[in-house]
């Protein structure tokens, strides 16, 4: 039984350039989440979403960085023209109704130079 | 969304219980508490999660009294692979935007 799943693992990044993270989650979860870290920090929300719907996005910076979850296929939290503040530690987590625990994947950690 | 506050960090030797307290002061009636577990690189690991009393898993025990104001998780017998950030969460069964503070720092020494 798979757990989330999160690619790639990391990734280095110049200024300017765009990052694409990916999530799959847990076997028969519908409901994603995606949550960034900076060093000795609690985790942030960021946003929620089902299937192809944004639920909440109100985590997201409002500028560069933007979320889908389509119907095939896994979220992509796409963060564009990174900048060195964007180097964080990116984790999704999953549900299988948005009442139910989350559980994260292993994360993405964004180094951008 | 209640505010939860735990100790920075805690030191404890191979093969002691350890315990970690939470306090909850403004825990709402339909809030449940729940801890995660996070090492370092890694993405955080749910441990247990309860409403009242006491829950036992094959990891830990949870013990919240009748007010609810705080929770205490308790870890049997730990080992050095348990030396990890410990965070409690507080938040009804509808909520979805987790909110972790800095968590526990829990070193356990040989």
């Known amino acids: 039984n798979a757990g989330v799943m999160q690619n790639p693992r990391h990734l280095v990044r110049r200024r300017g350039q765009e990052a694409r993270l990916r999530c799959s989650p847990m076997?028969?979860?519908?409901?994603v989440y995606w949550y960034r870290q900076l060093p000795e920090e609690g985790l942030k929300f960021m946003v929620y979403l089902q299937k192809e719907n944004i639920i909440d996005e109100s985590g997201m910076p409002k500028e560069r960085f933007s979320a889908e979850f389509p119907k095939e296929g896994p979220s992509i939290l796409r963060i564009q023209q990174v900048v060195r503040g964007d180097s964080a530690a990116y984790f999704c987590?999953?549900?299988?109704?948005?009442?139910?625990?989350?559980?994260f994947g292993p994360g993405t950690r964004l180094l951008v130079l | 969304l209640a505010k939860t506050t735990q100790p920075i960090s805690m030191d404890s030797y191979e093969g002691q219980e350890v315990n970690i307290t939470c306090s909850h002061n403004n825990i709402a009636t339909n809030d449940y508490i729940t801890w995660y577990q996070q090492f370092p690189s890694q993405g955080p690991r749910f441990i247990i999660q309860g409403y009242k009393t006491k829950v036992t898993n094959e990891v830990a025990s949870l013990f919240i009294p009748a007010d609810r104001k705080s929770s205490t998780l308790s870890l049997p017998r730990v080992s050095l692979s348990d030396t990890a950030v410990y965070y409690c969460l507080v938040a009804s069964s509808g909520t979805y935007k987790y909110i972790f503070g800095t968590g526990t720092r829990l070193k356990v020494l040989a």
């Open positions: 076997k028969g979860h519908s409901h």
């Open positions: 987590a999953s549900s299988s109704t948005g009442e139910e625990t989350q559980y």
